[in-house]
C-alpha cells in the first residue's frame, strides 16, 4: 500500500465546494470518480483544506491510499484526461503513510482579489469580489498588523466552525495593488471557518470608512463577531499552497 499526495488546481466556480455534499457536486467527488475510473475501486481522498463553494485553489493538496503499480510520476497525466477543465492535478508524489493531508499540514496560504473600480468586469467577476467604491490603501495596510503573530482569533470564525481551538498562528499579511486590482496575501499555521473572508470583507469596511482601522485589535481582544465585518464572497478566495514539512 502507497501513500500518494495530490497537488490540484481548481476553479471552484461550479462546483459546491471541495469536500462531497448530499445538495450538490464537489471537486473531491470528481476527482474520486476519476480515481474510481482507473483503479476499479472506490478510493477516499483526504484534503488538506475544505474550500467553500465558489472558492478557487492553485495549490490544494489530498492523499489516498493504493496498490496500484502506477508511477507516481504519472498520476497527473492519467487523471487529467479524465477530469474536467476546470479541474487538474499538478503534481502527484510519494510520502510516508504516517503523513496526513489535513493534519500534517504546516502552513497555508491564501489570496483574496478584490476588483476596485466604478464599472464591474466580465472576465474577473467569478475570481475577484467588486468593489465600486474607492478604498484606502494605506488604511488597509495599516490595519493588518495586529492580525500578525498569535492570537485567539474567536471573532473570526464564522457561524458553523467546529475547530476545537481558535488559537491561531499568522505569519504573513499584505496587501498590494495592480492596476484596478487589490490582492490581500494571508499566510498561517491554519484558519478558521470563513476568516480568511471575514478579514477581508473588514478589510473592505475599513478602506470604506465604515469600520474603524483597529477593528482587527479590537476583534482580537473582544473574541466578538460582531466586531467585524460582513463575510466577504466567496469568488475572491484562492487556496494558493499548503506546506509540509521536508514536502515540496
Not at 484526461?81 to 502527484?92: S, V
Request: with cysteine.
Amino acid at each position: 500500500m502507497k501513500r500518494i499526495l495530490l497537488g490540484i488546481e481548481y476553479e471552484g466556480t461550479a462546483y459546491a465546494g471541495w469536500q462531497r455534499q448530499l445538495n450538490g457536486l464537489a471537486v473531491q467527488e470528481v476527482v474520486e470518480t476519476a480515481l474510481l475510473e482507473v483503479l476499479k475501486t472506490p478510493v477516499t481522498l483526504t484534503g488538506a483544506s475544505r474550500t467553500d463553494a465558489g472558492v478557487h485553489a492553485l495549490g490544494q493538496r489530498a492523499h489516498f491510499d493504493t496498490t496500484s503499480t502506477i508511477p507516481v510520476e504519472k498520476w497527473p497525466y492519467v487523471l487529467n484526461t479524465l477530469l474536467p477543465g476546470d479541474i487538474k492535478i499538478n503534481q502527484a508524489i510519494q510520502v510516508d503513510d504516517r503523513l496526513h493531508a489535513r493534519f500534517s499540514a504546516r502552513q497555508k496560504t491564501y489570496e483574496y482579489r478584490i476588483f476596485n473600480r466604478r464599472q464591474p468586469s466580465a472576465l474577473r467577476r467569478n475570481f475577484s469580489a467588486f468593489v465600486p467604491l474607492p478604498l484606502d490603501m494605506d488604511l488597509m495596510r495599516a490595519a493588518l498588523t495586529p492580525l500578525l503573530g498569535r492570537h485567539d482569533f474567536a471573532a473570526f470564525e464564522a457561524s458553523g466552525g467546529t475547530a476545537k481551538t481558535t488559537v491561531r498562528t499568522i505569519h504573513e499579511a499584505a496587501l498590494e495593488k495592480t492596476g484596478d486590482e487589490i490582492i490581500l496575501t494571508l499566510r498561517g499555521d491554519a484558519f478558521l471557518y470563513n476568516m480568511v473572508r471575514i478579514i477581508a470583507g473588514t478589510l473592505i469596511a475599513i478602506g470604506q470608512g465604515k469600520l474603524a482601522p483597529d477593528a482587527f485589535l479590537k476583534a482580537i481582544a473582544s473574541g466578538n463577531r460582531l466586531d467585524l465585518g460582513i463575510t466577504a464572497p466567496a469568488q475572491g478566495l484562492t487556496l494558493v499552497s499548503v506546506c509540509y514539512e521536508g514536502i515540496p
